[in-house]
């Protein structure tokens, strides 16, 4: 069965440090991954997406991840985190017809 | 502004009452979802619908039914609710199957059932 998993519930970074967060899937066929995140009171937005081509993916605010087919992974990167990132960030991958999303990873980043 | 629009923003129900939640979206989408939100379960589908008439059932289907009778509204009806039940609850919804276009989020519902 496809599923997503994020292996980090709880982040707290103070501002200027670097984050990662983890996430893996499982899924045998064509994959489709992303990155959403949730602010504080908001609903869900669009971070990146991958879909095929350069594993290393660029979003919004600064944010990339880089899809790595061996270890069935595809992780979040911010080389420095500000305190307005303060959210709950879900991966994603794409079923048929729908999204199966992580559990979820909140971080809380200390002025 | 085009998008997805949930009603109610917050409801109290007493258990056994039942209600009925509204997705309406103006962006032409074919695609519908209803998810709940729980503290560390992430998000899980409830059902979905691929287009007008048309309903499926998700992960966590039981206690809920849905209608889409209409491409830009998907209702989402709880008959006897459940203290279970409480939750945040999203609506999104989607161009198409294809992955390029993503979901687009209502702003949610929170249900409290007493």
């Known amino acids: 069965a496809q599923s997503v998993s994020q292996h980090n519930h709880h982040v707290i970074l103070s501002e200027a440090a670097s984050l990662e967060l983890g996430c893996n899937y499982s899924?045998?066929?064509?994959?489709?991954l992303f990155w959403y995140v949730q602010y504080p009171g908001q609903h869900l937005q669009l971070l990146l997406k991958?879909?095929?081509?350069?594993?290393l993916v660029k979003g919004i605010k600064g944010f990339e991840a880089e899809f790595i087919k061996s270890k069935f992974s595809f992780n979040l990167r911010k080389p420095s985190v500000q305190w307005s990132d303060t959210a709950e960030y879900f991966c994603?991958?794409?079923?048929?017809?729908?999204?199966?999303f992580g559990t979820g990873t909140r971080l809380k980043v200390l002025a | 502004n085009a998008g997805v629009t949930q009603t109610p923003k917050f409801r109290v129900l007493k258990t056994g009452q039942s209600m009925t939640l509204l997705c309406a979206q103006d962006?032409?989408?074919?695609?519908m979802y209803w998810y709940r939100q729980d503290p560390g379960m992430g998000l899980r589908l409830i059902h979905y619908?691929?287009?007008?008439?048309?309903?499926a059932k998700g992960e966590v289907p039981d206690g809920y039914n849905v209608s889409r009778l209409k491409k830009q509204n998907f209702l989402l009806g709880l008959e006897s609710a459940a203290p279970s039940q409480t939750s945040v609850y999203f609506c999104?919804?989607?161009?198409?199957?294809?992955?390029?276009?993503?979901?687009?989020f209502g702003s949610g519902t929170r249900l409290t059932v007493v």
């Open positions: 999104a919804s989607s161009y198409s199957a294809g992955t390029n276009y993503g979901y687009t």
């Open positions: 899924y045998g066929g064509t994959v489709n």
């Open positions: 991958y879909f095929s081509g350069d594993p």
């Open positions: 994603a991958a794409w079923g048929t017809y729908k999204y199966i």
């Open positions: 962006m032409n989408h074919e695609y």
């Open positions: 619908s691929v287009g007008e008439g048309t309903t």
